[in-house]
């Protein structure tokens, strides 16, 4: 099979776009979207031509022209507002289409977030002479309590620990993909055994605090960083690769309180072959999958962890598959400024 006259990769090959992921794990579903867009596309121009006489080739060649810059601007009300051009952007070109979005970088102001505290904890921790790594290559154990201690508080140590004390890095997932996601974004290093602060991560604390660290972060954490590392399910990049849908979302409802729910049929509405990658066991459908791996990876592990939204458990003492009520919190409109005229609200946001 081709696809605008390449050759498409198996599921398990290197994807096309090389970024070094297997094709199932990065394009593929952004390729599949593509596909039944096209074919829609082809459908209504076929439709279009029916029972017209043209002069000439220019003359078809230009109704040609005027009816697919009417379907490439008109809004799909699964993309709540945007149209197929404006999607396309988002997910091919998030950080490029200054036009549509822009990012801040550095920040206004010292931002408030569960990765910038953790980041900030282990800085000084590291300090200027470094903190040495275990044989495994991770944080020492005493340093992993000490942060969780500090950060936690008593009383969420104390929970925290319930399930299982933290002997290593990995006991505790939000410092060991704090430090992973550090590493990857170039902010601190290892050197002869030992953590280091990089050059460039000191230079930014010193020019503009963490202020300049969080954008650092955020593209790391995007880009570098496996949103599917640890959480079971499938490996599909497509959560991670729509990021910026996600933050539109929450840009037109994120001012009120609406449920996590609200945020996964979005997704689904604007995506629906994702639901082709989950596969029926005896305790989930593909649609309760998808659902929780949304809401586990967009929700909780980027828009949460980056202090994008306030994320209220509606059942504290429930572990797996909680529902939350979720609004944008201040940091939301630091961070990402949208510049889109939603069609049919009048408005520029």
């Given at each position: 099979m081709s696809m605008g006259g390449k050759k498409i990769p198996g599921r398990n090959d290197p994807c096309h776009c090389g970024s070094g992921k297997k094709y199932k794990q990065c394009c593929l579903h952004r390729d599949e979207e593509a596909q039944q867009q096209g074919a829609t596309?082809?459908?209504?121009?076929?439709?279009?031509?029916?029972?017209?006489?043209?002069?000439?080739?220019?003359?078809?060649?230009?109704?040609?022209?005027?009816?697919?810059?009417?379907?490439?601007?008109?809004?799909?009300?699964?993309?709540?507002g945007l149209n197929p051009e404006q999607?396309?952007?988002?997910?091919?070109?998030?950080?490029?289409?200054?036009?549509?979005?822009?990012f801040a970088d550095p920040l206004a102001g010292e931002p408030s977030a569960p990765i910038i505290s953790l980041f900030s904890m282990l800085a000084e921790a590291i300090g200027e002479k470094g903190l040495k790594s275990t044989a495994k290559g991770n944080l020492p154990r005493n340093t992993c309590r000490q942060i969780a201690q500090d950060y936690l508080g008593e009383e969420g140590y104390e929970k925290q620990i319930h399930f299982g004390k933290i002997n290593s890095e990995a006991d505790w997932y939000l410092l060991h993909v704090t430090r992973l996601v550090a590493?990857?974004?170039?902010?601190i290093r290892k050197y002869k055994g030992r953590f280091i602060l990089s050059r460039d991560c000191r230079k930014i604390l010193a020019d503009?605090?963490?202020?300049?660290?969080?954008?650092?972060?955020?593209?790391?954490?995007?880009?570098?960083?496996?949103?599917?590392?640890?959480?079971?399910?499938?490996?599909?990049?497509?959560?991670?690769?729509?990021?910026l849908f996600t933050l539109y979302l929450l840009y037109l409802y994120g001012s009120q309180e609406l449920p996590n729910s609200f945020y996964e049929d979005a997704f689904i509405e604007a995506f629906p072959m994702i639901l082709d990658d989950f596969e029926e066991t005896d305790y989930s459908t593909p649609d309760e999958s998808v659902?929780?791996?949304?809401?586990?990876?967009?929700?909780?592990?980027?828009?949460?962890?980056?202090?994008?939204?306030?994320?209220?458990?509606?059942?504290?003492?429930?572990?797996?598959?909680?529902?939350?009520?979720?609004?944008?919190?201040?940091?939301?409109?630091e961070v990402v400024r949208f510049k889109i005229a939603t069609q049919g609200s009048g408005v520029v946001h």
């Open positions: 596309v082809m459908d209504e121009l076929n439709e279009s031509l029916e029972g017209e006489n043209f002069g000439s080739l220019d003359e078809m060649q230009s109704l040609i022209d005027r009816k697919m810059e009417s379907i490439n601007t008109r809004a799909v009300d699964a993309f709540h999607m396309h952007k988002i997910l091919h070109f998030p950080f490029t289409s200054t036009s549509m979005v822009t590493e990857l974004s170039g902010l503009n605090g963490t202020a300049g660290i969080y954008p650092r972060l955020f593209r790391g954490y995007i880009e570098k960083f496996n949103w599917g590392y640890w959480d079971g399910y499938p490996e599909n990049h497509f959560y991670q690769g729509s990021f659902r929780r791996c949304y809401t586990l990876r967009a929700l909780e592990g980027f828009s949460s962890l980056f202090g994008l939204i306030n994320l209220i458990a509606n059942e504290p003492e429930k572990i797996i598959g909680r529902s939350y009520t979720i609004t944008t919190t201040p940091l939301f409109n």
